[in-house]
T-cell receptor, first 119, second 113 residues
Framework: NAGVMQNPRHLVRRRGQEARLRCSPM?????VYWYRQLPEEGLKFMVY????????ESGMPKERFSAEFPKEGPSILRIQQVVRGDSAAYFC?????????????????FGPGTRLTVL | GQNIDQPTEMTATEGAIVQINCTYQ??????LFWYQQHAGEAPTFLSY????GLEEKGRFSSFLSRSKGYSYLLLKELQMKDSASYLC??????????????FGGGTRVLVKP
C-alpha cells in the first residue's frame, strides 16, 4: 500500500537548466497538489490538478513553471531555466476525490519531497 | 486572501505540555489541519477540526473557534521525538478551491531533557 511517491529525492541543476519533478499519488487518489517550501519557511501552495486538468494554479509563478497530470503516469512539475531562487523542497500531496468518505475528512497525504539545488 | 499566524519557535521540557496557537484570517474556511514535520521529511497529518471545540487524539489535542479565527494544538507528556515543526493549515472552500491548503509558517518545537 504505497504512499505518495516523488522522484528524484534530490536534484542538482545549474542555472539555466530544466528541472523535472515527478509525483505518483496514492492508489485511488486522483487529486494532486504541489507545494514549495523554502528553507526555514512554511509550505506555499503552487498548483492543484486532477487527471488531465489544472484546477487551480494561483500559486504558480507565471513564467518558467508548468505542471501536468496526464491520464496515464505521474504528475510532473517542470521548471525551465532554473535560477538560484528556485532552490527549495517541492512537496507533492494527493487526496481522494470523494469528500463523503469517512476518516480524516479527505486529508492530503504528502510525499517525501524533492530537494532542488540550483548551483 | 489568506493570512495564518503561528509562533516561530517554542521550547519545552520533556514530560511537560506545550500549546501552539494559530490565528487565521481567510476568505473561505472548510476546516483546519495540523501537520507535524521533522527536519528534512514530509509533513504528516496530526489533526483536523471543522466544528468548534476540542478534538483529542492520544497525547495530541486540537481546538478550534471559528468565530475567533483561532486554533491551538496541545502536546502533552512531551517526548524528545516530538521535536519538530508543527504546521497549521486552513482549507479553502468552494468547488474550484478543492482541498487547497494554506499553511502558516510553522512552529519549531524544541524538547529539552
Amino acid at each position: 500500500n504505497a504512499g505518495v511517491m516523488q522522484n528524484p529525492r534530490h536534484l542538482v541543476r545549474r542555472r539555466g537548466q530544466e528541472a523535472r519533478l515527478r509525483c505518483s499519488p496514492m492508489k485511488g487518489h486522483s487529486h494532486v497538489y504541489w507545494y514549495r517550501q523554502l528553507p526555514e519557511e512554511g509550505l506555499k501552495f503552487m498548483v492543484y490538478l486532477q487527471k488531465e486538468n489544472i484546477i487551480d494554479e494561483s500559486g504558480m509563478p507565471k513564467e518558467r513553471f508548468s505542471a501536468e497530470f496526464p491520464k496515464e503516469g505521474p504528475s510532473i512539475l517542470r521548471i525551465q531555466q532554473v535560477v538560484r531562487g528556485d532552490s527549495a523542497a517541492y512537496f507533492c500531496a494527493s487526496s481522494h476525490p470523494d469528500r463523503a468518505l469517512p476518516g480524516p475528512y479527505n486529508e492530503q497525504f504528502f510525499g517525501p519531497g524533492t530537494r532542488l539545488t540550483v548551483l | 486572501g489568506q493570512n495564518i499566524d503561528q509562533p516561530t519557535e517554542m521550547t519545552a521540557t520533556e514530560g511537560a505540555i506545550v500549546q501552539i496557537n494559530c490565528t487565521y484570517q481567510t476568505s473561505g474556511f472548510n476546516g483546519l489541519f495540523w501537520y507535524q514535520q521533522h527536519a528534512g521529511e514530509a509533513p504528516t497529518f496530526l489533526s483536523y477540526n471543522v466544528l468548534d471545540g476540542l478534538e483529542e487524539k492520544g497525547r495530541f489535542s486540537s481546538f478550534l473557534s471559528r468565530s475567533k479565527g483561532y486554533s491551538y494544538l496541545l502536546l502533552k507528556e512531551l517526548q524528545m521525538k516530538d521535536s519538530a515543526s508543527y504546521l497549521c493549515a486552513v482549507r479553502d472552500n468552494g468547488e474550484a478551491a478543492g482541498n487547497k491548503l494554506t499553511f502558516g509558517g510553522g512552529t519549531r518545537v524544541l524538547v529539552k531533557p
